[in-house]
């Protein structure tokens, strides 16, 4: 069975200019996650996704946004870049709500 | 403050050295994560705990929920246990928020 998958591995952008990253969850799993890295940082909470609604978000300006779709796939949204969206984007799945969470490869985008 | 503090940062162990990584939490969790990044970003899970104690291989992750408290041990530490290991909590119990410590960064040399 493929595991989460993310898609692009790498993007390039310039300051301004908007992204939207992609993430397909193993099969099954109703329950989308998405977390910013920042080098040489943990982990911080963007989103979570549960049966299409919205069940979390963290601390991160509105040009962040996401969306979940019916066969549970979900995008993220960054509106307006700045040199400080530079990091890696992982998504992640998890069977239910509060399930153990099976991580993708993550998205790096890098802003110029 | 940070919801999770993890120590040490940084470790260094022989091969074969038994290993112990700390995380304390301060809100109240539906489950514990331990998570293992290696170089190149991908981040596997390693155990889900929302109490006791659990074993994989020569993996343990324990959990004190009443001290907020949770440990991982490597037991015969080798050289491909060297990665970043991560403590995070979150879940419904937080307000579906999820909050990372900053990692715990192991050497083990041969």
């Not at chain 1, 692009?8 to 908007?18: E, N, V």
């Not at chain 2, 470790?11 to 969790?29: D, K, W």
């Not at chain 2, 981040?43 to 074993?55: A, H, R």
Request: net charge neutral.
């Amino acid at each position: 069975d493929a595991g989460v998958t993310q898609s692009p591995t790498h993007l390039i952008k310039t300051r301004g200019q908007q992204v939207t990253l992609r993430c397909s969850p193993i099969s099954g799993h109703k329950s989308v996650s998405w977390y910013q890295q920042v080098l040489g940082q943990g982990p911080q909470f963007i989103f979570q996704y549960y049966e299409k609604e919205e069940r979390g978000r963290g601390n991160f300006p509105d040009r962040f946004s996401a969306r979940q779709f019916p066969n549970y796939s979900s995008e993220l949204n960054v509106n307006a870049l700045l040199l400080g969206d530079s990091a890696l984007y992982l998504c992640a799945s998890s069977l239910f709500d509060d399930g153990e969470l099976f991580f993708g490869e993550g998205s790096r985008l890098t802003v110029l | 403050k940070n919801e999770v503090e993890q120590s040490p940062q940084n470790l260094t162990a022989q091969e074969g050295e038994f290993i112990t990584i700390n995380c304390s939490y301060s809100v109240g969790i539906s489950a514990l994560h331990w998570l293992q990044q290696h170089p190149g970003g991908g981040i596997v899970s390693l155990f889900m705990l929302s109490s006791g104690k659990k074993k994989h291989g020569r993996l343990i992750a324990t959990i004190n929920i009443q001290e907020k408290h949770s440990s991982l041990h490597i037991t015969a530490s080798h050289p491909r246990d060297s990665a970043v290991y991560i403590c995070a909590v979150g879940g419904t119990k937080t307000g579906n928020q999820f909050y990372f410590g900053t990692g715990t960064s192991l050497t083990v040399i041969p």
